[in-house]
């Protein structure tokens, strides 16, 4: 169980807490690259870590990410004309740049002082591997950007997705990181009897720390002589990556991937899911319908969401759609999209669970020692010292890899190359 105060810690992340502060160390995805096509676009809405921000490409391309209020009278920049490489608000027609420096000011002398004075709030911004990216901490202990694997892979061999979750980040990243609860959860063929996560549905689990969060690694027994390995990657503070290897039977895919998610706080009691996934064969690129129907597999393709927005169709106010007829007879749970599934049940622990309530056992071994790292970097920003994982130079050299191998041999031995980036 996780004491209240340290749960409070570790689930509150608004400006001025210690986990907003925590996680304000390190680059957090704003928006998809997407959602800002056009040169001179439409302004997007963008709500993180509990801050109202407004997001626009300017006339060179370049993306900023400014206060969602004028400084002047706190008018609403979402409605700004996007103009000459600057947002221009419609109230008095103030236009401030990407960098949040005023441009012009119509509505003063031409010789007024208060233009140079007079600010926006701007957040630097990073963009690469369709998303924007952004740092919202202190400038002097700004890391570097960015530079995961997937991020490195061409677009061809790689999809990138975005859908909105109701409940703490905290609560999403714990699903992440849970691997035992796919032979149940996620069992969509109950009446398969040879599928590798139902052959041994309490696989041994082992956790080994690194500076960018930790390697966990699951261990299931699947027929005499044989085992199915999982190595997944944890990467401070909210990211999750993992082999794609096998169908639950154990069978290859059609193409080799890699994907994973990362759990980004919208505020305290909403999140956005950024999923991503790319093929580590160069000689396998990612489709677009091939995209589409993996995503539609998961209950996040474009006709799972509401149009015009990341909130997916199947929710609290309609069960998810769960037929109980299915459940009884097809699927574990009856709800279809193996993220759908993850979704009715994080969301419906509450908008912020009460972790001292849990009983936790063997199979949360990566959840605790999860929470025992952010707690840690939390500890540490309060004490002025870089979080694990702000800086780590080895994040971008490491993959996930799963495979069915022979019990006698050593994983570590057989997964050695897999297990480095080749992007």
């Keep these: 169980m996780l004491k209240p105060e340290d749960n409070e810690r570790l689930a509150r992340i608004g400006p001025g807490t210690p986990g907003g502060e925590m996680m304000r160390r390190y680059w957090q995805p704003a928006a998809l690259a997407s959602e800002l096509p056009d040169k ?8 993180l870590l509990g801050e109202d921000l407004v997001a626009f490409r300017d006339s060179d391309g370049k993306v900023g990410l400014v206060d969602a209020y004028c400084p002047h009278r706190r008018a609403p920049m979402f409605f700004g004309r996007n103009e000459e490489c600057g947002l221009r608000c419609v109230y008095h027609g103030w236009k401030f740049d990407r960098n949040g420096d005023c441009a012009d000011m119509p509505s003063e002398p031409a010789d007024t002082p208060l233009k140079a004075k007079v600010k926006m709030k701007a957040y630097p911004v990073h963009e690469a591997g369709g998303v924007v990216w952004t740092y919202m901490g202190p400038k002097d202990k700004m890391p570097a950007p960015p530079d995961y694997e997937w991020m490195r892979a061409p677009p061809t061999h790689r999809i990138v997705s975005k859908t909105f979750e109701h409940c703490n980040y905290l609560q999403g990243l714990e699903g992440g ?32 720390l690194t500076d960018y969060g930790y390697s966990y690694i699951s261990t299931r027994r699947v027929g005499v002589g044989r085992k199915y390995v999982r190595v997944y990657q944890y990467m401070m503070p909210a990211q999750q990556a993992r082999g794609a290897y096998s169908a639950l039977d154990g069978t290859r895919r059609d193409i080799p991937e890699i994907d994973g998610h990362i759990w980004v706080p919208i505020d305290d009691e909403t999140t956005y899911v950024y999923n991503w996934a790319y ?28 149009p015009g927005t990341f909130k997916p169709k199947a929710n609290a106010s309609n069960d998810y759609f769960i037929d109980r007829q299915v459940q009884k007879t097809k699927t574990f749970t009856g709800i279809p999209g193996v993220n759908t599934q993850d979704y009715a049940l994080q969301e419906g ?19 605790v020692t999860m929470r025992r790292l952010m707690l840690e970097a939390v500890n540490d920003v309060e004490r002025g010292l870089t979080p694990r994982g702000a800086e780590s130079k080895a994040v971008g050299d490491v993959r996930p890899y799963d495979n069915i191998i022979d019990e006698s041999v050593d994983w570590r031995e057989t997964f050695a190359s897999e297990l480095r980036a080749k992007w």
């Excluded at 996620?186 to 082992?206: C, F, M, S, V």
């Design 40 to 47: 001179d676009g439409a302004p997007v809405r963008v709500r």
């Design 349 to 367: 622990m509450g908008a912020i669970v009460d972790r001292s309530k849990e009983f936790l056992g063997t199979s949360d071994k990566a959840i």
């Design 279 to 306: 093929a580590y064969d160069s000689s396998f690129p990612i489709s677009p319908e091939h995209g589409e129907a993996r995503e539609h597999y998961a209950g996040r393709g474009k006709v799972d969401l509401i």
């Design 177 to 208: 990181l849970d691997t035992a609860h796919s032979s149940f959860l996620h069992n969509n063929n109950i009446a398969a009897k040879n599928q590798t996560r139902q052959i041994d549905t309490a696989p041994a689990l082992d956790v080994e």
